[in-house]
């Protein structure tokens, strides 16, 4: 617990909560920076909006605990977590861009 805001989840005795809040929030911020070339469309905004609001029902409603939990699990979650976003904004880039028209 070496951050304020882990005091701060702590404070309110909800430090479970800490770790998935935070790697949610690397997860989201990781992937805005990758796709930051894509900032000026609004479907990527809305995108990223919906994904971050799918989380907060996850983060709420899952029994997380305050125990050690082994890195490999927490990267195997986050590595999920992280491509199934990447491919929807994939699939979602590729809507609504069309087809590439090829130039002669």
């Known amino acids: ?3 304020p805001s882990a ?3 702590d404070h309110f005795r ?4 800490y770790l998935p809040i935070v790697n949610s929030i690397a997860v989201l911020g990781f992937l805005v920076a990758l796709k930051w070339q894509r900032r000026r ?3 990527f905004w809305i995108t990223m909006s919906i994904m971050a609001a799918l989380h907060v ?5 899952v029994p997380w605990t305050t125990q050690w939990v ?3 699990a927490i990267a195997a979650i986050d590595s999920v977590d992280f491509f199934v976003i990447l491919a929807i ?9 069309g087809p590439e028209i090829p130039r002669a």
């Open 1 to 3: 617990m070496g951050t």
């Open 7 to 9: 005091a701060l989840f």
């Open 14 to 17: 909800r430090l479970n909560l």
């Open 41 to 43: 469309q609004s479907w």
């Open 57 to 61: 029902p996850l983060i709420l409603f």
């Open 70 to 72: 082994p890195a490999l």
């Open 89 to 97: 904004l994939s699939i979602l880039g590729n809507f609504m861009e």
